[in-house]
């Protein structure tokens, strides 16, 4: 993670963004040497609408048996 003084990022936003925009690093900003902020790239749409459905399933029954016994599959025929 990069960090960045919040003095020297007032002065460069435009650059520290494209840059972060380009690395996909998150910018760590601090004042006197300790964090007061961080600034993240924003998702990816696919990752945020999965990152929305996050706990929101629920498993019902048994998800490892097989719908079809095995003997029945056509590709083992």
Avoid at 7 to 14: D, G, I, V, W
Avoid at 22 to 48: H, M, N, Q
Wanted: net charge positive; glycine share 6%; proline share 8%.
């Amino acid at each position: 993670m990069r960090e960045v003084q919040i003095s020297k990022f007032q002065a460069t936003l435009r650059s520290v963004l494209d840059q972060m925009g380009k690395t996909r690093e998150p910018v760590l900003l601090t004042r006197y040497g300790k964090p007061v902020a961080r600034i993240f790239p924003p998702l990816d749409p696919v990752v945020a609408r999965l990152d929305a459905m996050k706990k929101s399933g629920e498993i019902k029954g048994d998800i490892v048996t097989p719908v079809v016994h095995w003997a029945e599959w056509e590709v083992l025929k």
